[in-house]
């Protein structure tokens, strides 16, 4: 009996031991990425395949729902066939972007094809889409390197939060449906991201590289390349400055005295010796060369084709919508309403104490819907997008109408200052430049113009609760169910096409 007794003590410190060496195996850091706990690895790949596993699922869904080219596709797919079977000399001219969705396709499919020796590997309708899917699986990753980049996670809750928003992020909306369809959003989106995350890590080469095929991708995206080059010049000068030991308090990074000073100081610092001005200027060279190339190649190519874009000019003409401001105002604070919702009541108090700042904003946004509310055609015709649904019914519903979104508007712009200005002041700036440029010479009311500047402001959101993060979660995901039950169930008919027509963003 002592014996039994002693044994089975003997066998309780060797579980405990055991499950001692688990948690200490789960927090060393992972081998594959270093830096990074076990734990957090093994978190990440198991949300990785859960959230390939539900996307293939949906995917094939949707392709059984519509397996022939639908909408765009129209003009993107046979495009991409032809590149496929090697013929690059012909090309649509309704197509209105570059061919960068088209080569990088090509050049990730093809050699998939030879391999299997299955020429409809390169050119079917369901792999052509399967590439988003792919995009959309990296950008997860991506995502989730920025939110670690920018905010820099200090315990495992930060940790987990990262993967919540990186998830969050991935599903938003707009952004997930076209997972499931040949369009350009998800590879646009995944090289623009990924540009930012490389310009991060100091990567200039190869984020220059990577912001060139994202502009092949879509013209628009030179914008955001420039933004990027812009952060970068300011962190050239920020470092220069540490390095004459000038230090810049947070309360002056987030106002304009830090232009000032940056400018200052980088005169100074040329000014002082030959050598200081060249050390200055050669980091500025190295750092900045890739962008300033892409930059010129955009240039050239505008300067060649007479327009940014490459065909259907006339439907596309470039033109001056400040009302898109206010859409993208609305557009933000619904889709980060579990975000705004705990600041709304101080938001109101704000507002309530600067009474004419409210009043002059409100003027001045009331004007805008007054003078320069734009309805494009394609707008009013197809009636299978949502924003026809949501002028008609919401924005245009009477002559009045637009009017009453004007406190609305209002609200989402100070929701948007007040994210932005937890940011150095050459981010704010160049935030708000870029996003004029992006979307105010756009005619068109279109949700996709949205995706990228809707995800940078959304990088810069800190550190949220977890309830506001599962809020968030299942606002998308009822968004996304809902967007997908429709698009697969519900159809109209349209006189001059044999096929039933679909909803969708």
């Known amino acids: 009996m002592p014996s039994n007794r002693s044994s089975t003590r003997r066998s309780r410190p060797s579980k405990s031991s055991f499950s001692d060496k688990l948690v200490t195996m789960l927090k060393t850091d992972c081998m594959i990425v270093p830096g990074l706990a076990m734990w957090l690895f093994l978190a990440f790949i198991l949300v990785s395949i859960t959230y390939l596993t539900v996307t293939c699922t949906l995917f094939d869904f949707m392709f059984k729902t519509q397996p022939t080219p639908y909408l765009d596709e129209v003009f993107h797919i046979p495009q991409a066939q032809k590149y496929c079977a090697g013929n690059f000399t012909e090309w649509d001219p309704k197509i209105t972007t570059l061919p960068g969705l088209y080569f990088l396709t090509v050049g ?49 809750m930060d940790e987990v939060r990262g993967i919540l928003t ?6 938003f909306p707009i952004l997930y449906f076209f997972n499931f369809l040949y369009y350009t959003d998800v590879m646009s989106t ?27 991708v879509r013209q628009t995206n030179i914008v955001w390349v420039a933004f990027f080059g812009l952060l970068v010049l300011a962190e050239v000068l920020k470092e220069n400055a540490s390095g004459s030991k000038k230090k810049f308090p947070i309360t002056v990074v987030r106002t304009y005295k830090y232009l000032e000073l940056l400018w200052v100081n980088s005169c100074k610092t040329a000014l002082a010796s030959r050598a200081a001005g060249k050390v200055l200027a050669m980091s500025l060279l190295k750092k900045l060369v890739g962008y300033f190339l892409v930059g010129a190649a955009f240039i050239a190519f505008v300067l060649w084709n007479g327009s940014i874009v490459v065909g259907d000019k006339q439907a596309h003409q470039a033109s001056l919508h400040l009302t898109q401001l206010m859409y993208f105002s609305a557009f933000v604070l619904f889709f980060m309403f579990p975000i705004a919702m705990p600041h709304l009541l101080t938001l109101l108090e704000t507002l309530r104490r600067r009474a004419f700042q409210v009043v002059f904003g409100l003027v001045v946004i009331l004007a805008v819907i007054h003078l320069n509310t734009i309805a494009h055609p394609y707008l009013l015709a197809d009636n299978r ?33 007040s994210i932005l200005k937890r940011t150095d002041f050459v981010f704010q700036l160049g935030f708000l430049f870029c996003l004029v440029a992006n979307i105010v010479p756009q005619s068109l009311l279109e949700f996709r113009y949205f995706i990228i500047p809707y995800l940078l402001l959304r990088l810069q959101v800190p550190k949220l609760e977890i309830w506001q993060l599962m809020s968030e979660m299942a606002l998308y995901v009822l968004i996304n169910a809902s967007t997908v039950m429709i698009y697969s169930l519900k159809t109209i008919k349209w006189s001059d096409m044999q096929e039933p027509q679909r909803f969708l963003w």
Not at 134 to 139: E, R, Y
Request: proline share 3%.
């Open 108 to 156: 990730t499919l093809k050699p998939i094809s030879w391999f299997l020796s299955d020429p409809d590997v390169c050119s079917s309708v369901y792999t052509l889409r399967c590439i988003n899917v792919a995009l959309s699986t990296g950008l997860l990753y991506v995502t989730g390197c920025l939110m670690q980049q920018i905010h820099g996670h200090k315990s495992e």
């Open 166 to 171: 990186a998830i969050n992020m991935c599903v």
């Open 190 to 216: 995944f090289l623009v991201l990924f540009t930012y995350l490389l310009s991060l890590h100091e990567r200039h080469i190869l984020a220059a590289f990577t912001g060139f095929l994202a502009v092949c």
């Open 385 to 417: 997008h949502y924003t026809f649904y949501i002028w008609k019914r919401i924005i245009n519903r009477e002559w009045w109408s637009r009017y009453l979104m004007a406190p609305v508007y209002l609200l989402g712009c100070f929701f948007i200052a």
